[in-house]
């Protein structure tokens, strides 16, 4: 029996969900780290930081294991270690144990996050728009969660056994594994899986179209980033410091907003190249606001940034299974997402430093114009590759 659409977009939710969740349970956290467990800053910015990179180069491996293991054996396996790698942290380790469970999770984090497009591809060939929307929802719901809660469930539940938060985020992850193995339409992942079984799933470094796609997809993360790190200290300079938790709840809560719009037209647009122009566009217009907005605008400008940066990922997590035949859709997608991660991880540092070495704030979002704007140039020469259906178009158009 064929599993319904339904319960196929609720389970991308909830693996989505576990995407940036595990990572995003530290900031909350860090006072305590710090005071208790004696974790310097760098080390507390390090354990916050490090499953993006990770996410990056495991994602080379992810690819791999979805050629040896099949798709659902992935994802199953990367919910496991990102489940068992958050909890371990809940022990009594030291630092660099810390720091190994949390490499564990985040290669967890990898083997997800290659999966999900393969999987979107299979499940919901028809809808693959939709579906990276609602999987992107899930993550940005899980960032807010993560962030938002935990302080709230320390203080009123777990309190001096606050280190249990690292477990308890993660206690549902079993039951969404048995989903899966229920309703995963098991026999039908794997007949696709064993069609494909020999195709390589190492990255083309030299495919201009793995280029494009990636540069697409780092711009809405290096965009995002760019204004959460930024920020804090525009509004300290600025004397508005209080209204930094306003600005950066504006700036991660409209994106779930405007990522649930998109779960209704996400299919209509992905393959379109006029969202990436706007989008971006709009992007780069936010940044004056973010530097120079007076009083509470800066609240509004962060909002929309936040609005603008979830679009432009959730069009871009679309585009591997949209534009490449199924047995090469995880190839593509490993590949996007180790060049994205690392120039979403080095893109902000880049622009930390040259604020550093000039005393000049604007030119701390100079790299992330650059990377706007070869993203949008690289839109124009994306080409789809799915020859099986002739009656959408090969280009973006």
Not at 61 to 79: A, D, E, P, Q, S
Not at 127 to 156: C, D, K, M, Q, S
Not at 259 to 275: C, E, H, K, Q
């Amino acid at each position: 029996m064929t599993t319904s659409p339904w319960v196929k977009y609720a389970l991308l939710f909830f693996i989505g969900f576990y995407l940036r969740l595990g990572a995003l349970i530290i900031p909350p956290l860090i006072p305590r780290l710090e005071a208790m467990l004696g974790f310097s800053t760098s080390q507390s910015a390090l354990a916050t930081s490090l499953p993006l990179l990770l996410l990056a180069f495991g994602a080379l491996f992810g690819g791999w294991m979805v050629n040896r293991l099949g798709i659902l054996k992935t994802l199953i396996l990367g919910l496991l270690a990102m489940a068992i790698g958050s909890a371990f942290r809940s022990l009594p380790i030291e630092f660099f144990l810390f720091l190994f469970a949390t490499v564990i999770m985040g290669i967890g984090i990898a083997l997800m996050q290659v999966g999900l497009p393969s999987l979107t591809r299979v499940w919901l060939p028809d809808n693959i728009g939709r579906a990276a929307a609602v999987y992107t929802t899930g993550l940005l719901v899980g960032e807010w969660i993560a962030a938002g809660f935990t302080g709230p469930l320390v203080t009123h539940l777990l309190k001096d056994a606050w280190r249990l938060s690292f477990t308890f985020w993660v206690l549902p992850v079993p039951l969404i594994i048995l989903a899966l193995l229920a309703y995963g339409d098991r026999r039908q992942v794997a007949a696709a899986h064993a069609a494909h079984s020999k195709t390589s799933m190492m990255p083309d470094w030299r495919d201009p179209l793995l280029w494009r796609v990636s540069i697409v997809m780092a711009s809405s993360g290096i965009l995002y980033f760019a204004g959460n790190i930024f920020l804090p200290p525009i509004l300290v300079e600025t004397d508005r410091v209080h209204m930094l938790d306003m600005t950066l709840s504006a700036l991660n809560g409209v994106q779930i907003l405007f990522s649930v719009l998109l779960i209704f037209y996400a299919d209509r647009l992905v393959g379109t190249r006029a969202p990436f122009y706007i989008l971006n566009s709009l992007a780069l217009l936010t940044i004056p606001g973010l530097l120079w907005a007076p009083g509470y605008w800066v609240v509004f400008v962060a909002g929309i940034s936040g609005a603008l940066t979830s679009a432009i990922l959730i069009l871009a997590l679309a585009l591997p299974a949209w534009l490449v035949p199924s047995n090469q859709v995880a190839r593509l997608s490993a590949g996007m997402l180790f060049i994205g991660y690392t120039l979403v991880f080095f893109v902000p540092v880049v622009g930390g430093w040259l604020n550093d070495l000039t005393g000049l704030r604007a030119l701390a979002f100079l790299p992330t114009v650059v990377v706007a704007l070869l993203a949008m140039a690289s839109v124009g020469g994306i080409e789809r590759r799915v020859q099986s259906e002739p009656s959408v178009s090969s280009t973006i158009k």
